[in-house]
């Protein structure tokens, strides 16, 4: 025997139709999108989810000290796991901060960039930046590096995350490196010009 409660669900399923499922964005980043220093809910990805929130789940698969290489480790997983609609890729930094060889961050970026195309989900490459610690070259390679690879996957691409915030030394903690709470809504902005078309282009 049905229940009132179930014959009344079945009732609004014929009139209405199943309820749509909520698209799901999977956030696939380092501390920058760990939310690393801050308290919970204050991270750009956390104010991602509240603006999204009637029409998208986000995942934050985000690990602070994360490498491309342990990207590349952890993705396929992921990607079963949670079968998203959107996967933001905020990767590399800490490959650079460590000096490592370019061309071995770049394979490994481009087999996300391909893991991620190959399962139906749309792409965001989100780039990032680097002192020049290593010098001026390689810190000049490294940039040209994420656009290189939205270039040639014709990916959705933004440029520089922290491009709002750069230049303002009081939006960053004391390791200079992760921005403060104030500075997230910035990071989303930054963000959210691409996100926004790509949302759009999916739910057409």
């Known amino acids: 025997m049905l229940s009132v409660l179930s014959k009344s669900l079945l009732l609004i399923v014929a009139l209405f139709g199943a309820p749509a499922m909520a698209a799901t964005i999977l956030v696939m980043g380092d501390s920058l999108s760990a939310g690393y220093g801050l308290a919970k809910g204050e991270g750009w990805v956390d104010l ?17 000290g994360e490498t491309s290489a342990g990207g590349v480790a952890r993705l396929p997983q992921l990607l079963n796991k949670h079968h998203p609609d959107i996967v933001l890729l905020e990767l590399g930094a800490n490959d650079g901060l460590r000096g490592l060889q370019l061309t071995a961050t770049q394979n490994n970026l481009q087999r996300m960039m391909e893991q991620v195309t190959d399962s139906g989900a749309k792409l965001v490459l989100i780039g990032v930046q680097i002192p020049p610690n290593y010098g001026r070259l390689y810190q000049k390679k490294f940039s040209q590096m994420y656009q290189d690879l939205a270039k040639d996957h014709l990916a959705s691409f933004v440029p520089f ?12 903690q004391a390791d200079g490196l992760h921005p403060i709470a104030k500075a997230q809504p910035l990071l989303l902005d930054t963000v959210w010009p691409v996100l926004k078309k790509v949302i759009g282009k999916k739910g057409s």
């Open 161 to 172: 995350l922290l491009e709002k915030v750069a230049n303002r030394r009081d939006l960053f």
């Open 48 to 64: 991602l989810q509240k603006r999204v929130a009637k029409s998208h789940d986000v995942i934050n698969a985000s690990v602070s």
